[in-house]
């Protein structure tokens, strides 16, 4: 079996038996101690899928570039255009600038980087149904204009009590 | 985290302990407010570089704040668990998640007036609490925090994480809005040693808020003092939560008050309650040792039996309320594990509690029987 090592930016190929394999518990996805060692964190989920690839013979090698991490790219030395494409078609379940997972979100319940909410929208709508609905800006009602207004004038912040006293006028007039 | 600045820090009457000393039930109002970046991993995610490269903007980005260029900012690994849990016990520092033991920095405000961290859950995290009422203060806590976030945004020099769907951007996507939290605290001992605390919960259920004890976990948080906000993990409208809160804590205050207000007036309480006000007495007065466990309960008695006049206090200085206040703060188990050096809670911890009580009640109190 052979991998591909990226350590400190550089590329080097491991080639493993399946005993050595098994001996090193890769074949466990929870005991994957060759990933965890050799690969920073946030590979080390994409290498484990590779070697599951690998062991299972599921080795489709397009498959697989595009569930690597964005800043992979990089070392392949790919073009922009040719990044935008790996990008256009990584799969909805890796977040391809940090590459979080989906079994990553499912085990913390957090999102790893603010463009893993592009990745996973989808299952966050299904997920967390009325997410769309939360936080809007405040509705003003009269009493909490006044409440502003009076602080703001305790502030002498005379042009936003005068704005806020507006607010109230035109919210009276729609009443 | 040197001894003497943790001590200046200890020492200081936070705002909260304040109102608490002065006996509001209305506590005051607090706004948290929490961002991300732009491009940068969320913390429990990120690399070290990244973390480092965000303290660096939060540390540029705080210096160029008129609000907050006077708090400093601490590295979280000078502080030792022991510290860490001082500080979150007296509501100083906010809960830590999991594994955040890496690069991260606290808030120290020596006027305690904002608390914080930076790359905890989220890349900044600052808390405003402004103490008494909940009209206004909670309507300026509000404003405060936003005050922060606008001003923040401009010296931080990188994107904010926004999103039009979901808006600013949160490690835990339940949270994701406009990054921004109200919660009201209040102090209700008349209730809750009258047995009505499980009507007060009531309406904090039909009001779909939560409700839970301030000052550390359940078992160790005094019984009668709460922090009432938005279920977690739920979606909200702040729109909708906002008045909510405000209408339920000022139900609550005002029942609170009518409560006391009837005790005041009666001559007697019930033998119930007195009784046991005198058993929690006569432990103090015996020095007899004290779990932390019991101490909350105990605790509550004696400031409710002050507040309503029931125990007569000789103080020279009127600060009965105050001394009380603060014997929570002193008694607490992570206050006597950093007064032992920190190796862990001795075995005498009980003992020691009732000593501080004994000398508190006795020898600067003295509380005279009811």
Redesign the interface.
Known sequence: MFLTQIANGKLRDVALCQECAKKEGIFDPQQLSIAGQFF???LSGHIERLINQILHGEDDDEKELTHLPNHLFSLHGETSEQEADYRSRAHADVCP??G?TLA?YKR???????EC??TF?SL?HEH?G??????????E?R??LE??M??AVEREDYEEAARLRDRVKELEKKS | MKGDELQTLLQHETPLMQALADGESILGSQAIIAL?L?????P????EDQLKEVEEIMRRAFKKDRQLKRVSLLPLSELSETEKMLLQQRELLPPLPPGSAKRGLILLDQCQLFLGIING?EHLLVERFISYGL??SL??AL?AARAIQAELADHLHVCL???E???F??????K???GLSVACWMNLPALVQTGELENVQELVSEAKLQMRPAFGVPEEAMPDVFRIDQPAGE??????F??VLRKLGRKLGSMENQKRKKMLTQKRLGAAWENRLSEALELVRKGTPISEKDLPGMLSLLRLGVTTQKLHVNCPSDCAKTHLARAHAATQSSYIMYSAAEDGLPADADARRGEVLRRLVTEQLQINDF
């Open positions: 920073p964190k946030e600038r940090c979080y990553d913390t319940h957090l999102m790893g980087c603010p909410y592009d929208r966050l967390a009325g997410l769309q609905e939360i936080e809007r800006p405040p509705h009602s009493e909490e409440e502003q009076l602080v | 991300n732009a491009d940068y991993s969320f429990h995610w990120a690399a859950e009209g206004r309507t300026s404003w994480a926004w999103d769907e979901f808006q951007l949160m490690a835990d996507p339940l994701s809005g406009d979606p909200f409208s702040l729109s909708e906002f008045p």
